[in-house]
T-cell receptor, first 112, second 113 residues
Framework: GQQVMQIPQYQHVQEGEDFTTYCNSSTTLSNIQWYKQRPGGHPVFLIQ???SGEVKKQKRLTFQFGEAKKNSSLHITATQTTDVGTYFC????????????WGLGTSLAVNP | DTAVSQTPKYLVTQMGNDKSIKCEQN?????MYWYKQDSKKFLKIMFS???????INETVPNRFSPKSPDKAHLNLHINSLELGDSAVYFC????????????FGNGTRLTVT
């Protein structure tokens, strides 16, 4: 079945360092969404990418959707302690838009 | 406040009991979901309803029965609870199915002893 692989599973950085998490799908996606879940909280929607090669920025966060629409990345510049949490990608299969396929998440820890 | 709200926030119960979790959204969304998140953080979809109609039913034991009385409510009833049912259960809603962002409730932490 379709999978969305997300790496790394964990990342520990010093405050001020950059951070990147990657998602790879075995099939072409129609869109990819990114969510952030703070410890003890619920997933919160960050952004959706739809177009091939799309790049979107939210302050220190940069999101990319690959040209083949099979991979995506989230890059955080100069991490802060408020960035701590688990980041999930989730995409819908180009052939079946009803079901969102989730990555396993990347847990980010930031040392002050 | 516009939101997805679920109750209760915490649920501690013994094996074999039956329990329910309730969810309501006032966002006017057509689609609602139940997700299970285990201790490893993996988010697993259980059910999805679109306008009260069941559209996604993953491989979930039939001890779990969702009910959607109207498109703003999706409840989850669990019979004969087992230790492995311990997890955080999230309700979510979206405007469309699959292609629009999900809005999650705060979660219900279920502990089965």
């Amino acid at each position: 079945g379709q999978q969305v692989m997300q790496i790394p599973q964990y990342q520990h950085v010093q405050e001020g360092e950059d951070f990147t998490t990657y998602c790879n799908s075995s099939t072409t996606l129609s869109n990819i969404q990114w969510y952030k879940q703070r410890p003890g909280g619920h997933p919160v929607f960050l952004i959706q990418l739809v177009k091939s090669g799309e790049v979107k920025k939210q302050k220190r966060l940069t999101f990319q959707f690959g040209e083949a629409k099979k991979n995506s990345s989230l890059h955080i510049t100069a991490t802060q302690t408020t960035d701590v949490g688990t980041y999930f990608c989730a995409g819908t299969n180009a052939g079946n838009n009803r079901k969102l396929i989730w990555g396993l998440g990347t847990s980010l820890a930031v040392n002050p | 406040d516009t939101a997805v709200s679920q109750t209760p926030k915490y649920l501690v119960t013994q094996m074999g009991n039956d329990k329910s979790i309730k969810c309501e959204q006032n966002l006017g969304h057509d689609t609602m979901y139940w997700y299970k998140q285990d201790s490893k953080k993996f988010l697993k979809i259980m059910f999805s309803y679109n306008n009260k109609e069941l559209i996604i039913n993953e491989t979930v034991p039939n001890r779990f029965s969702p009910k959607s009385p109207d498109k703003a409510h999706l409840n989850l009833h669990i019979n004969s609870l087992e230790l492995g049912d311990s997890a955080v259960y999230f309700c979510a809603s979206s405007q469309l199915t699959g292609n629009s962002p999900l809005h999650f409730g705060n979660g219900t932490r279920l502990t089965v002893t």
